[in-house]
Every structure is written in structure tokens, then in C-alpha cells.
């Protein structure tokens, strides 16, 4: 088992087919709350449909082309960070989180955030880490600030939820301004 150990009470683990019932649960219990951000909300109607999701992920992993990690808080999931793919072209990968309901507001996703981002410098070797946020997804946003991440720009319409369609910010960070940074947060 894959397990990448932050702090004491916070750590990453590859989501396995064990986890689709804590991972359905999380997300059903948050339902609401995630829906409005996240398109894929009403998809997952069953633990069946975590499993699915589990599945793709580990394949994804085999693939080498990123990962999905399960955030664990004080022993249970608390959320999802990973990679939504690799560029290996042009080392380049972008990066994507939830947290459920539950468990906002304790720096939780930026901790966890800011070590995807080193591992993607460090371990991969990347060039490029993006991450973008929806421009009304204040919280999703703080994420990248807090790690000092440029916003390059805004890219109209870019993501349809549900009945609407929403504009993102797309947040950069290069190797070069990654190993300038104070890496503190």
C-alpha cells in the first residue's frame, strides 16, 4: 500500500477497492455541498460508482500517467487530490482536490496541496504543475494563492455544471519559480 505521510494526523494514500465505501460515503454525505463545484456529483449514485472511479484511478497509476490519492485526517477520508494527468511531452501535469464538507477550513487541502506540488517537482521532474479553480470557487482558489502560484489568466466558459457553464482561473507554477520559492506554508 502506498501511504505518503505529512504530519501526524495527515497523510496520502492511493485509493484502493477497499476504500469505495468510505470514498461513497464522503461523497454522499457532502453531496450538496461538492455539487457545486464538482460535475461528477450526480454520477456517483453507489459505492459501485466509487469502485468504478477507484478502478480508473489505479489504472491511471499503472499507466504512469498521475494518481489519485485519498487525503486521510486523523484516520478516516477526508478528501481526493491528485493528478488529472501527466504531459510527459512537455513534463506538464495539472493538479485536482476535493474535501468534504466536514473537514474545511483547517489547512488541510493546502498542506496536502503543496506536497503533490513537490513531489511533482522533485519526484517527476516536472517542468509546469496548473491548477485551476472555477472564479466563484473562493475557497478552491485560496489553494494555489496560498502557494504562490501566479493566476496566468481566465478561460471563458470553460467548464459546464450541470445547467450552466463557469469560467476558470488557471494558476501556474514552473520549476524555475517553484525552486525560487520559500517553501514554508
Given amino acids: ?42 454520477f456517483t ?15 491511471q497509476f499503472s499507466q504512469n ?15 481526493v487530490i491528485g493528478l488529472h494527468s501527466i504531459n510527459w511531452s512537455n513534463h506538464s501535469t495539472s493538479i485536482g482536490y476535493w474535501l468534504g464538507e466536514g473537514d474545511q477550513g483547517k489547512g488541510i487541502m493546502t498542506q496536502a496541496c503543496a506536497e503533490v506540488v513537490d513531489y ?3 519526484e517527476l521532474n516536472l517542468q509546469r504543475v496548473e491548477i485551476r479553480a ?9 489553494i494555489p494563492e496560498k502557494l504562490n502560484f501566479p493566476r496566468e ?9 450541470y445547467d450552466k457553464y463557469v469560467d476558470h482561473y488557471v494558476y501556474g507554477l514552473t520549476k524555475e519559480d517553484y525552486k525560487s520559492e520559500d517553501r514554508r506554508y
Avoid at 449514485?45 to 489504472?59: A, E, P, V
Wanted: net charge negative.
Fill in 1 to 42: 500500500m502506498f501511504k505518503y505521510v505529512i504530519t501526524e494526523e495527515l497523510d496520502l494514500r492511493l485509493l484502493e477497492p477497499r476504500h469505495a465505501e468510505a470514498l461513497f460515503q464522503l461523497t454522499d454525505q457532502s453531496r450538496d455541498y461538492l455539487r457545486e463545484w464538482l460535475p461528477w456529483v450526480d
Fill in 45 to 59: 449514485k453507489s459505492i459501485n460508482d466509487s469502485n468504478n472511479f477507484i478502478d480508473s484511478t489505479l489504472k
Fill in 65 to 79: 500517467n498521475g494518481f489519485q490519492a485519498g487525503i486521510w485526517y486523523k484516520g478516516h477520508l477526508a478528501g
Fill in 120 to 122: 511533482c517537482f522533485e
Fill in 134 to 142: 472555477a472564479t466563484e470557487n473562493l475557497k478552491s482558489a485560496k
Fill in 153 to 161: 489568466g481566465c478561460l471563458k466558459q470553460s467548464e459546464k455544471l
